[in-house]
């Protein structure tokens, strides 16, 4: 089951974030990113925050599952939506952890016939 955008429309209100937070669909689904960091997937109307030091210390409770088949497990955060103080700082400080995002290589310029 797919995502519904109802879903990822709250999640972005609830964060609170403003243009920080971004999100991309990928195969039906949905990665949100704050500040070009990837922090969290949006799978089957569930919110997967990325496994770091922030979740097991601002959330050590949450319960964890695979977002999809054969992924490894990763908490859900579905508890803190109704939470937005604290689904704002565990998305700050998760991003806080997660590498700089690579910078995109140029695209060559197609030969013309």
């Known amino acids: 089951m797919a995502t519904d955008q109802d879903f990822i429309d709250y999640v ?12 991309r669909k990928m195969f039906g ?3 949100f990113y704050v500040d070009g ?3 969290a997937f949006a799978c089957d109307n569930s919110l997967f925050v ?8 601002l959330a050590p409770g949450l319960p964890q599952r ?3 088949p054969g992924a490894k497990d990763y908490p859900v955060v579905d ?3 109704d939470d937005a ?3 704002h700082r565990l998305l700050l400080e998760t991003a806080a952890l997660m590498p700089e995002p690579k910078p995109k290589k140029p695209r ?3 030969a013309r016939r």
């Open 12 to 23: 972005a209100e609830q964060a609170g974030l403003g243009e920080r937070l971004t999100r």
């Open 29 to 31: 689904e949905y990665a």
């Open 37 to 39: 960091k990837v922090v």
């Open 50 to 57: 990325k496994p770091s030091a922030a979740a097991a210390t």
């Open 66 to 68: 695979p977002p999809y």
């Open 79 to 81: 508890e803190l939506l």
């Open 85 to 87: 103080d604290a689904l």
């Open 108 to 110: 060559k310029a197609r």
